[in-house]
């Protein structure tokens, strides 16, 4: 399994960036597949999460309304596209696959076996 992300960068509040995960090593549309983020100092927190077949979805509140997660089956890619940033949006950012084609939710977010090297963004002015 190789997940690799991409897309992070320096981005001004109320901006945006799309970040993208290829995924290889295993059938892509079979998993669901989830973002995270760890910022300074932080644990990882889930962000947004999407079923193998992309009909069911969800967000961590702290995103809601200004994240989009989204994939495309063909391609074998994850997006998340992030609008109207806000400084603490700053973090490492992390493609994470699941166990099965759906979330399963345990306290600390889904339940996942495998997860990307990250991509930084930076939320700066």
């Known amino acids: 399994v190789q997940l690799v992300e991409s897309g992070g960068g320096l981005a001004q509040p109320g901006g945006s960036l799309r970040l993208s995960c290829t995924a290889s090593?295993?059938?892509?549309?079979?998993?669901?597949m989830s973002w995270a983020r760890q910022g300074p100092g932080q644990g990882l927190q889930f962000i947004a999460g999407?079923?193998?077949?992309?009909?069911?979805?969800y967000y961590h509140d702290s995103v809601r309304g200004r994240f989009t997660i989204s994939r495309d089956n063909a391609k074998n890619t994850l997006y998340l596209q992030m609008d109207s940033l806000k400084f603490e949006d700053t973090a490492s950012y992390y493609c994470?696959?699941?166990?099965?084609?759906?979330?399963?939710?345990?306290?600390?977010?889904?339940?996942?076996?495998?997860r990307g090297q990250g991509t930084q963004v930076t939320v700066s002015s």
């Open positions: 090593g295993f059938t892509f549309s079979n998993y669901a």
């Open positions: 994470l696959k699941s166990e099965t084609h759906m979330l399963i939710f345990t306290s600390s977010g889904p339940r996942t076996d495998a």
């Open positions: 999407i079923y193998a077949d992309g009909k069911n979805i």
